[in-house]
């Protein structure tokens, strides 16, 4: 069945340093990929999303790719602090399908 | 000030004991979903509706049921058939794009 893989589990940055989350898919009709932001005891937030036909998408320090050949796609945080810290989730989706979601990264931003 | 709200945020019940966990949206949604959420896990899914009076089951419907009698309201109950109840839930909601979903800000239930 579909499924997203994605690594790492945990990141630990410097302060000021760029994070990278990775994510692979494996549903060829996948169109639609975001990224959601869960802060300690809240619910995820949609930061940053990327449709099919786009191969970057850029948000300020934050930054999405999408390699549709190699079925994987990667988030980038830039400049990284404090308040970057939460556990991000990556996902795909397509219309003939509901929504998959990767199991997560915990990011811990080091002062 | 649209959103989705969930209520309460910290819940407790006995063992044996069916509890009900309310999610409502003013955005006008067609689409609601309960996800369940253990500590360092990701996302599963429960339930989920694209209509109203309608609803399927996702990844982990044993033990759970719900209902969607209005556009608003998908609240969640979880039975004593529920093996392990205890964990965080998440309802959310999507529009036209179901993959883009706004989430409330989730129950913590604790069965014991």
């Known amino acids: 069945g579909e499924n997203v893989e994605q690594h790492p589990s945990t990141l630990s940055v410097q302060e000021g340093d760029s994070a990278v989350i990775k994510c692979t898919y494996s549903?060829?009709?996948?169109?639609?990929f975001p990224w959601y932001k869960q802060e300690l005891g809240k619910g995820p937030q949609l930061i940053i999303d990327?449709?099919?036909?786009?191969g970057e998408k850029k948000d300020q320090r934050i930054a999405v790719t999408l390699n549709k050949t190699a079925k994987h796609f990667s988030l980038h945080i830039t400049e990284t602090q404090p308040e970057d810290s939460a556990v991000y989730f990556c996902a795909e989706y397509s219309s003939a399908s509901k929504i998959i979601f990767g199991s997560g990264t915990r990011l811990s931003i080091r002062p | 000030d649209g959103g989705i709200t969930q209520s309460p945020k910290y819940l407790f019940r006995k063992e044996g004991q069916n509890v009900t966990l309310s999610c409502e949206q003013n955005l006008n949604h067609d689409a609601m979903y309960w996800y369940r959420q253990d500590p360092g896990q990701g996302l599963r899914l429960i339930y989920y509706?694209?209509?109203?009076?309608?609803?399927q089951k996702g990844d982990i419907a044993e033990g759970y049921s719900v209902s969607r009698e209005k556009k608003e309201s998908f609240p969640l109950t979880v039975t004593s058939a529920q093996k392990n109840p205890t964990a965080f839930y998440l309802c959310?909601?999507?529009?036209?794009?179901?993959?883009?979903?706004?989430f409330g800000p989730g129950t913590r239930l604790t069965v014991t």
């Open positions: 509706s694209q209509i109203v009076n309608d609803f």
């Open positions: 959310a909601s999507s529009g036209q794009l179901a993959g883009e979903q706004y």
């Open positions: 549903d060829s009709a996948s169109n639609y």
């Open positions: 990327i449709r099919s036909n786009v």
